[in-house]
């Protein structure tokens, strides 16, 4: 399921890019995404999943304050920079959520589980020492400050689906984004409607690289946990530095190839090595 969300993650940068190149906003695109969210939220959201959410206020606010900051960062980075130079940078934050993992004691960090973080850290270096477009210094701040939220989520959200259903718990932190974006998303970051090809590219961000990535992550997470959760999100690189060779001609060179390569080793691997001491039931 993660992993199936990470591609799917994958394609939102590059959904995003081509939003702006037909006309977009960084407004408009955020808040076209959060009103299609809170759709989904009217569907998961009812008052038998809402009961689940009891006991857990906290991690619940947390996520919702996430949710608002993390898009509002990302689509910032991808209109200043190209997507798959932002989504390796971005790659930073499974190793803070390893350490948070650890530091929090919801981990056991094994031999192999090392071996398997720094192969995928080597990879996420390589990657970032290649990039595949160029780097802007505003750019790269609000990447890292995003790569910081998206860590916070993964942890806090692994305490907050102990005992929570998890599809509340997605539509109750989607329907904060959508409180915030549709209204204030315009006029934050600019109100400017795209073509036609711009609006599917925008129905591409909400469906595709959103909500169907976010069911998938939400469902992966209570049964993988966060640090594992983080190394096999990194396919989400592999991913997006493809798209952009497709889609948008750029040309990744060979140390962002082999960066790639190692990430996807650390992916693929690091299921089998992470030790949870929290065990987070998995029906669903």
Known sequence: MIAISAVLYGTQGIFAALAYDHGASVGVLLAVRAGLFCVLALFLFNR??????????????????TSVLGPLLYFAAVSRMDPATVTLILFIYPALTVIGARLLGRIHLTASSVVVTVVTL???????????????????????????????????????????DPLAWLGITVLAAAVFFVPFG???????????????????????????????????????????????????????????????????????????????????????????????????
């Open 48 to 65: 038998r999943r809402r009961d689940t959410l009891r006991g857990h206020r906290r991690p619940v606010v947390i996520a919702c304050i």
């Open 186 to 284: 315009p006029l934050i970051a600019g109100y400017s409607l795209p073509d036609l090809t711009g609006w599917l590219a925008l129905l591409g961000v909400a469906l595709i690289a959103s909500i169907a990535a976010c069911l998938f992550q939400t469902m992966g997470l209570m049964r993988l946990g966060s640090a594992a959760t983080s190394l096999v999100a990194t396919l989400e690189i592999a991913t997006v530095v493809t798209l952009s060779y497709l889609v948008l001609g750029e040309r990744p060179g060979l140390i962002t190839i082999v960066g790639a390569v190692l990430i996807i080793i650390g992916a693929a691997t690091a299921p089998l090595t992470m030790r949870r001491r929290t065990a987070i039931p998995s029906a669903i």
């Open 122 to 164: 080597i990879g996420v270096a390589l990657a970032i020492g290649s990039p595949v477009g160029g780097v802007d210094p505003i750019g790269v701040a609000l990447t890292l400050a995003f790569a910081v939220v998206v860590s916070t989520y993964f942890l806090v959200a692994e305490e907050g689906l102990e005992g929570a």
